[in-house]
């Protein structure tokens, strides 16, 4: 203020400003202290950086669209998936197959979706598993700790050092009957080990941070510690694995299905539709592009999301 | 160190017996048995020798000790079920030559390319190699090797006549598979040595390094490249598997006679010995390799062996 007011010829004569010109506004409501922008949840926050990635946002548009069509793509031409027709075998695409016929003259258009179908629900549905019983079980791990800890990871080391498609190929082998059932079961029976190891891994790093401490400190309940500080932070890791579990397991599937021991005709998955075009692909190859672009798509749109959602998620690039 | 070592072995050794007695009593779970649909029309006494042969008239429990005699005191896993007299251990340690081989030189090949692929799209972060790079990256995760091999088939056999579609035995067979089974490696290498290298980039210690007027080229030969190689040993274990794994569907789509093939037929027939065969072959060549590549990394990485010792 000083040197302002230097350049400004002679200061003037201070005058004391009488007293009645001031008034007390208030002193005790602690204006000072009240967050006056409106508050930006977490999720709220994460919506805005994951909106700045237009990659990641195509990539969840492409797969909204999927699923969409997964949904109504079996009855958009109205010919069922499963409709043989003998006077159009292995036909291109044309007005009528949009995608073409395979060798039984099924429609391919119907067939894809249908197939997508079964292979998004056992992407999904594998994931969910392997949250769940990942999330149980590192969970218990962490909060246990000591020996609990000890046995509970011995038991995920043994575990993921076996090669998972072998345990996925001698499940399925065993227990031959190729439902959707014992798919699932041959796919997940070690697949949560990875969210096991991810949400223990978050938890014991969380319960030593200055946040817990200091939420700890001020009288926090442990639920509520748990619920509003521990939680939130495992959810970004446990939603990122999520986004990469459902492509590995549609991955699987799809190699089962190719090798023959995946979901039994006359459903099929696009690893199904794959292996069926693939002995004919050098005269029709559309029967094998369909299927294979779906595949190719879903697994790039699941990963371009998931590095997008890595990105919005993780807290420490809050500014 | 040595402590370390000893103990990794031991989890090792616990691990197979993990994986080899639940194979086995899985196998034997199976309900009816592997014999059952040919030895239906046998008179009864040729039956039962037929059961004896494979020792399947004892329990299970008495089985499981046989099998494990044979396997430790001389290597034996059986013979084939389907195919009498072919023996499982023999089988095998052919077929994985073949297999060895394909998988060998993808490895290779794949790490060299992948490893180029990564240095070149870190030093050019955000320009178009980076770019370029990580499209290749992108497509390698994405694409299953079955449409892969299908695409590759496609052009340089049915459209150019360049290579055999199939077979096994001439140097030209092995160009396509060892290009499809190595395509997942490329992608993961250059993956992870992008982000490793761009990581140890924004270290202190490459700033001092620069500080102290080292020239670019051998701050990146140094110090970059050296801390940043060494977690790239650690996902070489996953590799080893998934050269292996990738090779159950390559292997059958271009007829190589190797490891792969052979279990997905011995799947295909039920030949239940061979099965248990492969997946402990397949279990321990995986858990072995594991277990070198995290010796090897602490014998590389002074800061592991401190750890170790903790």
């Known amino acids: 203020m000083a040197e302002e007011t230097m350049g400004m010829g002679p200061i003037p004569k201070e005058e004391p400003i009488p007293k009645e010109k001031f008034t007390v506004i208030g002193t005790d409501d602690f204006s000072g202290d009240l967050i006056a922008r409106p508050q930006v949840s977490y999720w709220a926050d994460a919506w805005r950086r994951f909106r700045q990635n237009k990659i990641a946002l195509v990539a969840l548009v492409v797969l909204a669209v999927m699923v969409v069509m997964v949904i109504i793509g ?25 995608f073409g016929t395979d060798n039984l003259g099924r429609d391919l258009f119907s067939r894809v979706w249908q197939a997508g179908r079964v292979s998004i629900a056992i992407g999904i549905a594998g994931a969910l598993i392997s949250t769940v019983v990942g999330c149980i079980y590192g969970g218990i791990a962490a909060y246990f700790g000591g020996w609990v800890d000890t046995i509970l990871m011995r038991i995920v080391e043994v575990l993921f050092s076996i090669p998972y498609l072998l345990i996925v190929i001698l499940i399925s082998v065993i227990t031959d009957s190729r439902s959707i059932f014992s798919l699932m079961l041959a796919l997940t029976l070690t697949g949560w080990c990875n969210t096991a190891r991810l949400v223990r891994g978050q938890m014991l790093q969380l319960k030593n941070q200055e946040f817990v401490l200091a939420a700890q400190a001020l009288g926090v309940s442990p639920w509520k510690i748990i619920l509003k500080h521990m939680l939130p932070n495992t959810m970004s890791v446990i939603l990122v694995a999520i986004t990469f579990d459902i492509p590995n397991y549609i991955f699987s599937e799809a190699f089962l299905s190719y090798l023959g021991l995946g979901i039994a005709a006359p459903n099929t998955s696009w690893g199904a539709l794959c292996s069926a075009a693939q002995q004919t692909f050098a005269f029709y190859p559309y029967q094998m592009f369909f299927p294979a672009l779906l595949i190719a798509l879903t697994m790039l749109s699941f990963t371009l999301l998931g590095d997008g959602l890595r990105d919005a998620l993780d807290p420490k690039l809050r500014k | 160190m040595v402590k370390y070592v000893i103990k990794r072995v031991l989890y090792m050794l616990l691990t197979l017996l993990i994986i080899i007695t639940v194979t086995f009593f899985m196998m034997h779970s199976i309900p009816g048995d592997p014999l059952a649909s040919m030895a239906r029309n046998l008179p009864e006494q040729t039956r039962e020798n037929y059961y004896a042969k494979y020792g399947l008239d004892k329990p299970a429990g008495e089985q499981y000790l046989i099998f ?15 195919y009498p007299g072919r023996s499982v251990t023999d089988t095998l340690l052919t077929n994985s030559r073949v297999s060895g081989t394909t998988g060998g030189l993808a490895l290779l090949f794949g790490i060299a390319i992948g490893v180029t692929l990564g240095i070149v799209a870190a030093l050019n972060k955000n320009k178009w190699p980076d770019y370029i790079v990580m499209f290749i990256a992108i497509m390698g995760i994405t694409i299953p090797a079955f449409v892969m091999a299908a695409l590759l088939q496609y052009f340089f056999t049915v459209q150019f006549h360049l290579l055999p579609t199939t077979g096994w035995g001439r140097p030209e067979n092995l160009v396509l598979p060892v290009i499809v089974l190595s395509f997942n490696t490329i992608a993961t290498y250059a993956r992870y040595v992008k982000s490793n290298m761009l990581e140890v980039m924004n270290q202190d210690y490459i700033l001092t390094a620069e500080a102290k007027g080292v020239t670019p080229f051998n701050v990146i030969k140094n110090h970059v490249l050296r801390n940043a190689f060494l977690p790239c040993i650690t996902i070489l274990g996953g590799q080893i598997a998934s050269v292996f794994t990738g090779s159950f569907v ?4 271009f007829s190589i006679p190797g490891l792969g093939f052979y279990y997905i037929s011995s799947i295909n027939d039920r030949d239940y010995t061979m099965i248990l065969g492969t997946t402990v072959f397949f279990g321990a060549l995986f858990v072995v390799a594991q277990l070198l590549i995290d010796i090897v990394y602490g014998v590389l990485d002074p800061r592991m062996r401190i750890k170790a010792k903790d």
């Open chain 2, 68 to 82: 494990m005699e044979n396997l430790i005191t001389e290597g034996d896993l059986g013979e084939s079920i389907r």
């Open chain 2, 250 to 253: 390559v292997e059958r789509i």
């Open chain 1, 74 to 98: 079996p009855h958009l031409n109205g010919i069922a998936f499963e409709e043989i027709d003998q006077d159009a075998l292995n036909q291109g695409p044309s007005a009528e197959h949009w």
